[in-house]
C-alpha cells in the first residue's frame, strides 16, 4: 500500500480561488483587503518568505505594503510602526516576519499588533480565543494542516493526533485545533522518551520539530495520516521534511509532500486571514 499524497498546492489554488472573488466583491464595496509586512535587517530566507507573500497577495488582487528596516534598528521606532499600521484604514493585516534581531522582543512586538489586524494569529486574545473555540484568526500554518485535513475529508472527530513539536507557532495550536476537533491529543518533544510508543498509535502525526528525515515506517501504525510541517535540508543540500518520505509512504494512509505540502498552504491561509479582516470591517460599516 502506497499512501494517497495530500497534495497542498492544488488545495491551495482551490482556496485562492475562492479568495480571489471575494477580494473582488470586497474591493467593488470599496475595501481592498490590505497586508502590511515589515522586513527586518536582510535574512535571504525571510526575504524569500516575503517576496512570496507579496507575489501571493498581488495574484489575487490584494494591496500588499513591504516596510523594510534595518538590521540595528531601535526596537521603540518598530514598535511604533506598528502603532502607525493599527491606526492606517487601508491596512488590514500585519505581519512582522519572524525571526528579529537578537534586541528584539518578539513578544512585545507580537502584543503591539492589533489583535483585529493580527492575521498570523500570535496575539494573546487571538491565542486565548483560539483556546476557547472562538471566532478568530488561527495561526496560519496549523490553520492549513486542518483545512488540509478537511479537504481530504479526513476525520478528525476520535482520532488519536500526536503532534511532535511544542513551539508556539505551530505545535501548540497544532494540538489546540486538533482538540476543537475532537480528537485526542498527544504532545511529544525533545524530551518525551520512547517517542515511538506514542507515534505508534497515532491516526493522525503531526511532525513539526525541524529535524530531517527524523520520522521513520517503523514509528508509525499502519493507514496512519502523516503531516510533515518540517523544512529541512538532507545530507545533499536537498529540500526535506521531519519525515522519511520514501519510508513512510509504504505504511501510511496519507502523507504531505515537502515541498509541495503544507508550505503553500502557510500562505492561502494568511491571505484568508487578512480577507477575513478586511469582511469584518465591512460588517461592521
Known amino acids: 500500500m502506497t499512501a494517497k499524497l495530500i497534495n497542498g498546492k492544488e488545495i491551495s489554488d482551490h482556496i485562492r480561488k475562492g479568495l480571489e472573488s471575494e477580494v473582488a466583491k470586497l474591493t467593488e464595496a470599496g475595501i481592498k483587503p490590505g497586508l502590511a509586512v515589515i522586513l527586518v535587517g536582510n535574512n535571504p530566507a525571510s526575504r524569500t518568505y516575503v517576496t512570496s507573500k507579496q507575489k501571493s497577495c498581488k495574484a489575487i488582487g490584494m494591496e500588499s505594503l513591504l516596510i523594510e528596516l534595518p538590521e540595528d534598528v531601535e526596537e521603540e521606532i518598530l514598535l511604533q510602526k506598528i502603532h502607525e499600521l493599527n491606526e492606517q484604514d487601508n491596512i488590514h493585516g500585519i505581519l512582522v516576519q519572524l525571526p528579529l534581531p537578537k534586541h528584539i522582543s518578539e513578544e512585545k512586538v507580537i502584543e503591539t499588533i492589533s489583535p483585529e489586524k493580527d492575521v498570523d494569529g500570535f496575539h494573546p486574545v487571538n491565542i486565548g480565543k483560539m483556546m476557547t473555540g472562538q471566532d478568530t484568526f488561527l495561526p496560519c500554518t ?37 482538540l476543537n476537533e475532537n480528537a485526542t491529543v498527544t504532545y511529544c518533544h525533545s524530551k518525551t522518551p520512547d517517542l515511538a510508543s506514542f507515534t505508534k498509535q497515532a491516526d493522525i502525526v503531526i511532525a513539526a520539530v525541524g529535524k530531517a528525515k527524523m520520522l521513520k515506517a517503523d514509528q508509525i501504525k499502519e493507514g496512519a495520516v502523516v503531516i510533515d510541517v518540517g523544512m529541512n535540508r538532507d545530507e545533499n543540500g536537498k529540500l526535506c521534511g521531519d519525515v522519511d518520505f520514501d519510508d513512510v509512504k509504504e505504511k501510511a494512509g496519507y502523507i504531505t509532500p515537502v515541498p509541495g505540502g503544507v508550505g503553500p498552504m502557510t500562505i492561502t491561509m494568511l491571505l484568508y486571514n487578512t480577507v477575513k479582516s478586511a469582511q469584518a470591517l465591512l460588517t461592521n460599516r
Not at 492549513?144 to 501548540?172: C, D, F, P, W, Y
Request: charged share 15%; proline share 5%; aromatic share 2%.
Open 142 to 178: 496549523p490553520f492549513g494542516v486542518l483545512e488540509m485535513l478537511k479537504h481530504e475529508q479526513i476525520s478528525i472527530t476520535g482520532k488519536h493526533a500526536v503532534i511532535i513539536g511544542r513551539s508556539n507557532i505551530v505545535g501548540k495550536p497544532a494540538g489546540q485545533l486538533m
